[in-house]
């Protein structure tokens, strides 16, 4: 899978999709991958990627491809 990806019209790398997501800068980030759900607002895309937004955590954050929705799963 391509580290790179597109949300709403702009190539992410997952570092960046990380930070769109959780709305700040974060430490580091996996791959991006396809998530197994759809977007609840406007049924696109999802894709999901771990990462650390500090020292001691770890979350995995999804973002719609196609609108603003995104949400964090607490994996602690």
């Known amino acids: 899978m391509a580290d790179n990806r597109v949300v709403q019209g702009r190539m992410v790398t ?3 999709l990380a930070e ?6 974060v430490m580091d980030a ?3 991958e396809d998530a197994d759900r759809e ?3 406007c049924a696109g895309d ?6 650390m937004p500090g020292v001691t955590s770890f979350v995995t954050g999804y973002k719609c491809q ?3 929705w995104s949400a ?3 994996d602690d």
């Open 66 to 68: 196609d609108c603003d």
């Open 30 to 32: 996996e791959a991006i």
């Open 46 to 51: 999802v894709l999901e990627v771990g990462y």
């Open 14 to 16: 997952p570092k960046s």
């Open 20 to 25: 769109l997501i959780e709305g700040e800068s």
């Open 39 to 41: 977007c609840p607002e």
């Open 72 to 74: 964090i799963e607490d």
